[in-house]
């Protein structure tokens, strides 16, 4: 599985926007880039995929670099409920999900 | 609107017994998958499962087993606990992983069940 590097924390302020970095320089053509996020005490949850185009959905966006080398998940406002830890995932055909250390958001109120 | 349950969120036992870990989901899902999670190294993949009666082994299966009688349910079985599988023990469902458009597939995960071995 190709590997993705992510901050191992960041720290936003509520009611702000929140952008997550992801490096994924060794992605290949049919990876698709996911995002899942961990709440404390909870188990991961999706949040977010994409291939090539920008996504949105009620959770978030996804911002994918023209190279699709990087990518950025938006939270456009912060609350309290987001702080987690964010994992972002490269998925090829039939590949498992792989999870890295993921980044630690903290939302300070 | 709870999709993926798992049997117990904490659990205790000592070493040596074994131990039964149950998953269950209503949605219809062909895969399911075992995972632990322990500091520093995240989550792993122990056990996965892409139909009924069928397994494969994940990243780290030393020390467990599965079962997948009904589509419904996947079990992990510990035949005997150790102390370094005390864990937290994640299970996760999803539509089927085998043909095209498996890749946006997302998972569904349970809570999970935090395992003590003593």
């Known amino acids: 599985d190709a590997k993705t590097t992510q901050p191992n924390s960041m720290e936003s302020n509520e009611e702000e926007p929140v952008h997550l970095p992801c490096n994924h320089s060794t992605i290949s053509g049919t990876d698709y880039i996911h995002w899942y996020r961990q709440l404390p005490s909870q188990g991961p949850e999706y949040v977010i995929h994409g291939l090539t185009s920008n996504v949105n959905n009620r959770m978030a966006s996804l911002a994918i670099a023209e190279d699709r080398k990087s990518s950025t998940l938006i939270l456009h406002r912060a609350t309290l409920r987001d702080a987690a830890v964010y994992y972002c995932i490269l998925r090829g055909y039939g590949n498992k999900l792989v999870f890295g250390a993921g980044t630690i958001l903290r939302v300070k109120s | ?118």
């Not at chain 2, 020390?63 to 419904?72: A, D, I, L, N, T």
């Open chain 2, 1 to 118: 609107d709870v999709k993926v349950t798992q049997s117990s969120r904490y659990l205790v036992k000592r070493t040596g017994e074994k131990v039964f870990l149950e998953c269950v989901q209503d949605m219809d899902h062909e895969n399911m998958f075992w995972y632990r999670q322990d500091p520093g190294l995240g989550l792993r993949l122990i056990y996965f499962s892409y139909d009924v009666k069928m397994k494969e082994k994940g990243d780290i299966p030393e020390g467990y087993s599965v079962s997948r009688e009904k589509k419904e349910r996947f079990s992990l079985i510990l035949e005997s606990a150790s102390t370094n599988q005390t864990s937290m023990y994640l299970c996760a469902s999803s539509l089927s992983g085998r043909y095209l458009g498996a890749q946006t597939n997302g998972y569904t995960f349970g809570s999970g069940t935090r395992l003590t071995v003593v």
